[in-house]
């Protein structure tokens, strides 16, 4: 689940939907219709993020015939229901590495503004970003950047040529 999040951006109502039908081994792609804004979405299924599902499956997914990929590990077992907010996963791994999280934004969306500042310090251009995170607009992106200081300083001007 974390993955899929930081490695492709994918919103966790996404995740949470996320059927065995949407991945394509074969060509390694997951497509899904995005359950917040109905719109398509093709990603590449890197090899560490099919990896990771690859384990899950075999070593801590119920046996069952629910389709979805991702279940709930209580009984009574069943797909994640849409006010699943899984943001305790990220709180458990961060107590486990002894991180205080009480001073930063710690759910699973926060994930998405890493992944695109990282996307952004490599250089990708926002459209670009834009499709990997499934928004129609360069302009919703925008709020997921921060500002990065070290791309700040090459647009700043030189004073002494100035004056």
Excluded at 120 to 142: F, Q, R, W, Y
């Amino acid at each position: 689940i974390l993955l899929l999040v930081t490695r492709l951006g994918l919103r966790i109502s996404d995740v949470r939907l996320l059927r065995f039908e949407n991945i394509d081994w074969k060509n390694k792609r997951i497509s899904i219709h995005q359950q917040k804004t109905g719109i398509p979405l093709e990603l590449p299924l890197l090899e560490d993020v099919g990896w990771a599902i690859i384990d899950y499956l075999k070593y801590g997914r119920p046996k069952t015939t629910i389709q979805n990929v991702f279940l709930t590990g209580r009984t009574p077992i069943m797909a994640f229901s849409d006010t699943s907010s899984l943001s305790g996963i990220i709180v458990r791994y961060a107590r486990m590495a002894k991180i205080d999280l009480s001073k930063r934004k710690h759910g699973m969306h926060s994930l998405r503004h890493t992944l695109a500042t990282r996307l952004m310090e490599e250089n990708i251009p926002i459209s670009t970003i834009a499709n990997i995170l499934g928004h129609t607009s360069t302009d919703t992106v925008k709020k997921y950047l921060q500002v990065d200081v070290t791309h700040l300083r090459g647009c700043a001007l030189d004073v002494e040529v100035l004056l």
